[in-house]
Structure formats: structure tokens, C-alpha cells
């Protein structure tokens, strides 16, 4: 009787041991989980964006015609609606997101609106510029900006946009265009990379 009772016990008390591990297990499952869950999403995100990308790369290496002549087209109001509902989109994502806002724009003005890459590469200039000044304004009142950081590498980036724009104007379309299948390519790349990386 009192083998019998002991048994019980120790059966009992390897029932609650096994238990208590494996909660322990499951609380540390759930805490790296909960530790990870933002980076396995931003690892999704860039995963997204890299195959975006690509399709954009292998849609305008097929298409060899593809921005290299200027007919402007959908310029009525449906155009200007549909204008509005792109750059909000693409505005919604700079603010939130941001790498390859750019060549999003350039993109869509070509293939959507008929421009060649050179007109198309100076009217996504404006959509951006709008994109980013708001993105400065809601970032600088909430003291989210290094200011002598982001000051030091805008002065660059002015430089680097003159020499850009002054070699887009010289050299054309076809130019504007190798240089959109090289950043794109950089892009899907990179967010490739950042993918693998935020996955392990």
C-alpha cells in the first residue's frame, strides 16, 4: 500500500516536472517569437520587394522599346485621378517603407503615362520631393532626424542629383534607362540580402 502510494507520488511529481518544462520551453518559444515577429515581417516585406523588383526588371529588359520614346498619354482628368491614386499609393509607401520610391515612379510614369525615361526620371523628381519634405516635416516634429547627419549627406545628395541630371540631359533616354535596369538591379539585391539576413 505504501509502494503503491509512493509510486503514485513520484509518477505525479514526473508529470509536474515534465510540465513545468515544458512550459518553460514553450514561454521561451513564445518570447523569441514575439522578439523575432518584427523581423520575420520586415523579412516578408523585403522578400515582397525584391520579387516586385524583378518583375519591374524583366517587364522593361523584355520590353526593349520600353521608354525609349516620349508619347505622353492619359492626360484628361481621368489621367489626373489616376495620377493622384498612383502617387498617394507610392507616397504612402515612401513614408512607411521607402527604398526604390524612385524607380517606382519612374516605372509607373513610363508605363502607365507614356513618357521616356528622361522625362519620366524629371517628373518622379517632383512626386518625391513632395514624398520626402512631408516625410521631413512629420520626422522633424517628432525629433525622430539626426539633423547634422541627414544635413551632411543632403549636401551630397544635391551634388550627386546635378551630376545626375546634367548626364541624364547630355546622354537621353537610353542612358536614364541603363542606369533604371542597374539601380533596379542593386535594389532587388539588396533586398534580397536584407531578406536572407532578417531570416536567420
Known amino acids: 500500500m505504501i509502494r503503491s ?33 518584427p523581423f520575420l515581417i520586415e523579412g516578408i516585406v523585403q522578400g515582397t520587394l525584391g520579387g516586385i523588383f524583378a518583375v519591374v526588371l524583366l ?14 498619354r492619359r492626360q484628361g482628368r481621368h489621367g489626373s485621378t489616376l495620377a493622384a491614386a498612383a502617387a498617394g499609393a507610392i507616397g504612402l509607401y515612401d513614408g512607411f517603407f521607402g527604398p526604390g520610391t524612385g524607380s517606382f515612379l519612374v516605372f509607373l510614369f513610363v508605363r502607365v503615362f507614356g513618357l521616356d ?13 513632395a514624398s520626402n519634405l512631408a516625410a521631413i516635416v512629420l520626422f522633424g516634429l517628432t525629433g525622430k532626424i539626426l539633423w547634422l547627419l541627414g544635413l551632411a549627406m543632403a549636401v551630397c545628395n544635391v551634388a550627386g ?15 536614364v534607362r541603363a542606369v533604371f535596369i542597374a539601380v533596379v538591379s542593386c535594389l532587388i539585391a539588396k533586398t534580397a540580402w536584407d531578406a536572407l539576413a532578417l531570416s536567420f
Open 59 to 72: 517587364y522593361t529588359l523584355l520590353h526593349r522599346d520600353f521608354g525609349r520614346v516620349h508619347e505622353p
Open 5 to 37: 502510494h509512493l509510486g503514485f507520488e513520484q509518477r505525479r511529481a514526473s508529470r509536474v516536472h515534465a510540465l513545468l518544462w515544458g512550459a518553460s520551453v514553450a514561454i521561451v518559444g513564445a518570447t523569441e517569437r514575439i522578439i523575432r515577429g
Open 161 to 175: 542629383a546635378q551630376v545626375g541630371s546634367h548626364l541624364a540631359i547630355r546622354h537621353g533616354s537610353g542612358f
Open 117 to 129: 525615361f528622361l522625362h519620366a526620371s524629371a517628373s518622379a523628381k517632383i512626386v518625391n520631393a
